[in-house]
């Protein structure tokens, strides 16, 4: 299965006009289209959602567009306050967080278990979609046996 950062590539390409784009210097400087989109785009929301905007005066059709696309990620979310003690609305959405790096995401449930936040939970993320809950109190104990 395609990945959608490549049909993003594909579609970033397509979508500049002739000449715009040195896709020689992109490869040499970024591996791939896919690479100069990794590190060039923007974060757009929830469950890795990524794009890149296209100026009008590199777009073909004169216009500005955007490319989307998922990049794999973790998800990382939790309550302020635990279920018994939740009244609002507030109280019940949870926090949710998003980040690729694994160790980043465990050091970062270790602040939210010291500052007392509720819930937390650790979710793997591929192309937009919540495929695996991962178990982080066996990460826990590994990073604090250190």
């Known amino acids: 299965m395609e990945k959608s950062i490549e049909q993003a590539a594909e579609d970033f390409v397509s979508c500049h006009k002739a000449g715009v784009l040195d896709l020689d210097h992109i490869e040499s400087g970024y591996g791939s289209v896919a690479g100069f989109l990794s590190a060039e785009g923007q974060p757009s929301g929830d469950l890795g959602g990524w794009s890149i905007e296209i100026k009008a005066h590199e777009h073909k059709d004169g216009w500005v567009d ?10 990382i979310g ?4 635990p279920f ?30 010291e500052q007392g936040y509720c819930d937390i939970s650790l979710d793997e993320v591929a192309e937009g979609v919540v495929v695996d809950s991962v178990a982080f109190e066996d990460y826990l104990e590994q990073h604090d046996g250190k």
Do not use: G, K, M
């Not at 939790?78 to 306050?81: A, K, M, S």
């Open 66 to 75: 955007t490319v989307e696309w998922f990049e794999d990620t973790f998800q």
């Open 78 to 81: 939790h309550y302020r306050l």
């Open 84 to 113: 018994a003690d939740r009244i609002s609305p507030e109280d019940h959405t949870p926090v949710l967080d998003f980040c690729p790096d694994f160790n980043w995401c465990i050091e970062h449930i270790e602040d939210l278990i």
